[in-house]
């Protein structure tokens, strides 16, 4: 069991504001780093002499280790202390980004990132675990949706000043930056309340896991929906800069679009509260089918495609929040080890979509990964509409 917690004193109403924002910021440091890459990825690929795609290895190797650690490390966040986990990630994150900055060949950025990656598996679940712990029943939704505007701060913020100081100082400079805020979050993450169970229990296995209702079929969905987004994400920025003839910054808007976008949108998180995530899931995933759909017709206008990501982040807010959401109210005595089979799976598709969507674009073109991407959604979409309002009907 968690701490008992009191939700209505000023006092707990306070703690929880602080905790809130430290978790938010916690998000904004890991987010900066893993969405950076896309709008300096031909920069990169200029000072190393390689092509984007093999450049992009690298945030492939941060997806797989930050999949490797939350499969094998988040899943004992509950026994040893949310907090400890995330100052402990913390201090890997600093290396490894502080690391980044030093690379002189895509082989160093790779292992770089790969550390960078364990650091994030391990802060991750942590992070979204504590939020849900600290939130007052039925208020999930809006607590957890919350703290992932922390990507929508480092979208429409932490992205395009890194972009910005790339085009200014070079892309050494951002990554540089980026570690120094890992070393300041430090001191606020010592503040956080050291949640976790007052008696050890046994964790569950896998196995065990997958089995507790909707966790498998969400983590499926999950997979199809991060695949699409990644594939996309990655190489627009490169997309946008050789078609185009835009500078990284410029590039950086793309990202400031969809963080806009994303952030806005919590303000209808209490919606997703009314109807229940489970009925919301296949609506939204339609929602973002259609904006793929947009895409191959408003590819070639840097002001078209920033109307685009805009829709495109307010859509997929709404659809991260309902993966969250039901994920993290399915077991409330294991939520760190079904968070951390959630950061396996977003990570494990970020992985694979920077190699499999790489390869596309590196022989076809942006549009074949449009169509790959709206492939995975309407699968998504689908298989949210028959297996959750489904099991939602028997009361699962």
Request: aromatic share 12%.
């Amino acid at each position: 069991m968690n701490q008992p917690n009191n939700h209505n004193s000023p006092k707990t109403q306070s703690s929880n504001f602080w905790s809130l924002l430290w978790l938010l910021i916690g998000v904004s440091i890991v987010g900066c780093n893993s969405l950076a890459l896309s709008p300096i990825l031909s920069d990169l690929s200029g000072a190393f002499n390689q092509s984007a795609d093999k450049v992009a290895r690298a945030a492939a190797a941060y997806g797989g280790a930050t999949a490797f650690a939350s499969f094998f490390l988040a899943r004992n966040g509950e026994n040893f202390g949310m907090r400890k986990m995330l100052r402990l990630g913390t201090v890997f994150l600093t290396i490894g980004i502080g690391t980044s900055a030093f690379a002189d060949n895509w082989v160093m950025l790779t292992l770089s990132q790969a550390t960078a990656g364990i650091a994030a598996g391990v802060m991750l679940p942590a992070i979204y675990a504590m939020a849900s712990s600290i939130a007052p029943q039925g208020k999930e939704s809006v607590y957890v949706g919350r703290v992932i505007t922390g990507w929508s701060l480092a979208m429409v913020f932490g992205i395009p000043f890194a972009a910005l100081i790339a085009d200014l100082w070079g892309w050494r400079f951002a990554y540089a930056i980026m570690a120094i805020l890992c070393i300041c979050s430090l001191i606020g993450f010592s503040q956080l309340p050291a949640y976790k169970r007052q008696q050890k229990t046994k964790t569950l296995s896998t196995s065990q896991v997958l089995k507790i209702p909707n966790v498998l079929t969400v983590l499926a969905i999950c997979l199809l929906f991060m695949l699409s987004f990644y594939g996309v994400y990655i190489f627009i920025g490169d997309y946008a800069r050789n078609t185009l003839s835009i500078s990284a910054s410029s590039a950086g808007l793309l990202v400031m679009a969809y963080g806009i976008g994303f952030a806005l949108a919590s303000v209808g998180d209490p919606i997703i509260d009314k109807f229940g995530p489970k009925q919301s899931m296949s609506f939204v995933l339609l929602i973002v089918s259609g904006i793929y759909v947009s895409m191959f017709a408003l590819t070639n206008s840097l002001t078209a495609l920033l109307v685009v990501c805009f829709a495109w982040g307010f859509a997929n807010h709404f659809g991260l929040n309902c993966i969250l959401v039901i994920l993290n109210t399915a077991d409330r005595e294991n939520k760190a080890a079904i968070m951390g089979l959630y950061t396996t799976v977003t990570y494990l598709a970020t992985m694979l979509a920077t190699l499999i969507f790489g390869w596309l674009y590196s022989q076809f073109d942006f549009r074949a990964l449009i169509a790959l991407a709206l492939l995975n959604c309407l699968l998504a979409a689908t298989l949210a509409a028959i297996k959750l309002k489904a099991k939602s009907k028997r009361g699962s």
